[in-house]
Each structure stands twice: as structure tokens, then as C-alpha cells.
């Protein structure tokens, strides 16, 4: 027989207003919409994390000629004699010498300095030997003016001035700072010429920058071999002023 306990009007309302009832509805409202909400986040999420995957990770290059502005030249000269005096006389005659020939080529005297003296001793077959070594640097902003002076470098040789190993000329770029901002976006730029190219092909078109890693700029000689990009300090090693920079930057780029 059917239960005719919420038949009338009084019946259900005292249904709807008992307590243990409401409490139950409202369990059961709350898991509904707890149910609504994690479907929604949940494909909402995976939506997104498809999306993540749309992305591409490209390098952008930049380089640019520049003409250094410092030139430091080291000379290491020595003289040896069987004493003491007569070898540092000489020496001090070379140190005459390379002072005159930076004088006739027109560098303020400040701008070479001594850097360096040793002396040494050793026996020659019972005969005692005299080392006395000496170290000169010039350091100038006037390029042209030490380009011009170490074309005529070999009148010191001439003098009769033994220039040793380590002794040469290097030319410096210190105004990277300045030119910084100008590459890495030349670099960015590049990067995302590369990345719209890629999104051509795949059917795609490139968005918004997600992440970038700016490389490390290096400084070479601009008609250096590979390999020969350090610019150390003897003879035929960074011995031009005409440089090359170059950055390259790793820029991820999503793709809508």
C-alpha cells in the first residue's frame, strides 16, 4: 500500500523544515556543484596544458663590427753579462731606447711605465753570468698612433734591443656596455624571425616571449680563424684593432 505520509500540505511542509532533511539536501547541493566545479577546473586545466605544449625554443645571434679603443703593448728585454754592472748598463740602454722610440712616435711619457725587473744568476762553464730583465708597458685610447708605432717596431731591433717572448701589442674593446641593449634586441629580433618561420610551416602563428636566456658576448678578432678568439698577449695575437661581438640568446615563444 503507498505511503501517503506527504500527502498533506502539513505533511510536507514539516518534510522540508526537519533538520536532519535540510542537512542532507545541502550535503548533497554542496557535492554537486563540488562535482560541477572539479569537471570544469579539471578539463579547464588540461585545456591549458595543451596549450603549454604550443610553444617553440629558438636562438637569436647578433654580431657587430667595432674597432677597439685601448692598445696595451707589453716589452720584455733582458741583457746578460759576466757581471753585474755591465748587464744592467745595457739594460738601461735598451730602456733608453724604447723610451726615444715612443717619444719620436709621439706618446706622452706617462703612457709607458715599467712594469717589471729581475735579475738572475748562473755559471757558464766555471764562468759566473748576469741576467737582468726588464718589462715596459704602454697603455693609450690612440689607436691609430700605436698602429702606426708597431709597423716600425723593428727599428728597435735594429738598436740592437732583443725584444723576448710575451712582449706584443693588444688591442682592447671596453665599451661593450654601450652596445649591449642594441644586440640582445637585434639578437631577440633575429630569434623571432626564426620562430615565425617555424610557426609558417606548422600552420601556426607565433605569440608572446615565455622565457629567454641571454648568452654570454664575446669579443674576437674580426678576421680570426676558429679557434683563435682569446686574444692572448705575443706576437701575431690580437695584434689588430677590427673586433667582432657577438651575443646569441635562447628565446621560448608560444604559439597560438
Same mark, same amino acid.
Do not use: P
Given at each position: 500500500m503507498p505511503d501517503s505520509s506527504l500527502d498533506t500540505p502539513a505533511a510536507a511542509t514539516a518534510f522540508w523544515q526537519d533538520g536532519q532533511t535540510r542537512r542532507y539536501l545541502a550535503t548533497a547541493g554542496v557535492l *554537486?556543484?563540488? /562535482?560541477?566545479?572539479?569537471g570544469y577546473l579539471l578539463g579547464n586545466g588540461l585545456v591549458r596544458a595543451k596549450d603549454a605544449d604550443r610553444?617553440?625554443?629558438?636562438? !637569436? /645571434?647578433?654580431?657587430?663590427?667595432?674597432? @677597439?679603443? $685601448?692598445?696595451?703593448?707589453? $716589452?720584455?728585454?733582458?741583457?746578460?753579462?759576466?757581471? $753585474?754592472?755591465? *748587464?744592467?748598463?745595457?739594460?738601461?740602454?735598451? !730602456? @733608453?731606447?724604447?723610451r726615444a722610440f715612443f717619444k719620436q712616435a709621439g706618446f706622452p711619457a706617462a703612457d709607458l711605465q715599467p712594469t717589471g725587473v729581475n735579475v =738572475?744568476? %748562473?755559471?757558464?762553464?766555471?764562468?759566473p753570468r748576469f741576467t737582468v730583465r726588464q718589462r715596459f708597458a704602454l697603455r693609450?685610447?690612440?689607436?691609430?698612433r700605436a698602429q702606426a708605432a708597431a709597423k716600425r717596431q723593428f727599428d728597435l731591433v735594429r738598436q740592437g734591443v732583443v725584444l723576448e717572448d710575451g712582449s706584443g701589442i693588444n688591442y682592447s674593446f671596453t665599451r661593450l656596455n654601450a652596445i649591449k641593449p642594441e644586440m640582445i634586441a637585434a639578437a631577440t629580433k633575429d630569434?623571432? *624571425?626564426?620562430?615565425?618561420?617555424? *610557426?609558417?610551416?606548422? !600552420?601556426t602563428s607565433v605569440g608572446?616571449?615565455? =622565457?629567454?636566456?641571454?648568452? %654570454?658576448?664575446s669579443v674576437m678578432d674580426r678576421d680570426a680563424t676558429s679557434g683563435d678568439d682569446s686574444g692572448g698577449g705575443s706576437w701575431g695575437m690580437a695584434d689588430t684593432p677590427f673586433k667582432k661581438v657577438r651575443v646569441v640568446t635562447t628565446v621560448q615563444f608560444s604559439l597560438d
Open positions: *554537486a556543484v563540488g /562535482l560541477i566545479a572539479g610553444a617553440v625554443t629558438v636562438r !637569436g /645571434l647578433a654580431e657587430r663590427d667595432v674597432t @677597439a679603443d $685601448l692598445a696595451t703593448w707589453t $716589452l720584455s728585454f733582458s741583457s746578460t753579462a759576466t757581471d $753585474l754592472a755591465t *748587464a744592467q748598463a745595457s739594460a738601461d740602454r735598451d !730602456g @733608453a731606447a724604447i =738572475s744568476q %748562473y755559471t757558464d762553464n766555471g764562468v693609450t685610447t690612440d689607436i691609430q630569434a623571432r *624571425a626564426s620562430a615565425e618561420q617555424f *610557426a609558417k610551416d606548422s !600552420g608572446s616571449i615565455r =622565457s629567454a636566456t641571454q648568452g %654570454y658576448f
